[in-house]
C-alpha cells in the first residue's frame, strides 16, 4: 500500500490562491491506475474535487470546483498537485490525498465515491476567508 502525504494548505483570502501537492512514498505512483483529492469540511460528508489518470491523460473535477482547480501529476517526483484558484469560503475543508482506486477512472460515479479509494493521506487544512 502507497504512503501519502499531503502538503501547502493554510489561510488565504477569498480570491487568492494555494497549491497543494501529495508526495506518494512505499512504491512508484504508477503503481496507482490513478490519484485523486477529496474534501471534507465540519459535518458535512468527504466530497470529490478532481482525479487524475496513471499518465496525466485523463483528468476528471468536481462540480464545485471546476474550472477553478487544476490536477496535475509528476510520475518523477511521486507528486500529485492541485493548483486552487479563485477560491471561495465554501472552499474551506480539510483536503485528502487519495489513490488506489477499485474502479477505472472513467466509471465517474464511482470514482466520486470516497469508498472506491484504498489508500489516503492524513489530510491538509484550508481555510478561506471572506
Known amino acids: 500500500q502507497v504512503q501519502l502525504g499531503e502538503s501547502g494548505g493554510g489561510l488565504v483570502q477569498a480570491g487568492g490562491s494555494l497549491r497543494l501537492s501529495c508526495a506518494a512514498s512505499?512504491?512508484?505512483?504508477?503503481?496507482?491506475?490513478?490519484m485523486g483529492w477529496f474534501r471534507q469540511a465540519p459535518g458535512k460528508e468527504r466530497e470529490f474535487v478532481a482525479a487524475?489518470?496513471?499518465?496525466?491523460?485523463?483528468?476528471y473535477y468536481g462540480d464545485s470546483v471546476k474550472d477553478r482547480f487544476t490536477i496535475s501529476r509528476d510520475g518523477a517526483k511521486n507528486m500529485v498537485a492541485l493548483q486552487m484558484s479563485s477560491l471561495k469560503p465554501e472552499d474551506t475543508a480539510v483536503y485528502y490525498c487519495?489513490?488506489?482506486?477499485?474502479?477505472?477512472?472513467?466509471?465517474?460515479?464511482?470514482?466520486?465515491?470516497?469508498?472506491?479509494?484504498?489508500?489516503w493521506g492524513q489530510g491538509t487544512q484550508v481555510t478561506v476567508s471572506s
Open positions: 512505499g512504491r512508484s505512483t504508477f503503481s496507482s491506475p490513478a
Open positions: 487524475i489518470s496513471l499518465r496525466g491523460g485523463s483528468k
Open positions: 487519495a489513490a488506489d482506486p477499485a474502479y477505472d477512472l472513467r466509471q465517474i460515479s464511482r470514482t466520486r465515491l470516497p469508498e472506491t479509494w484504498g489508500s
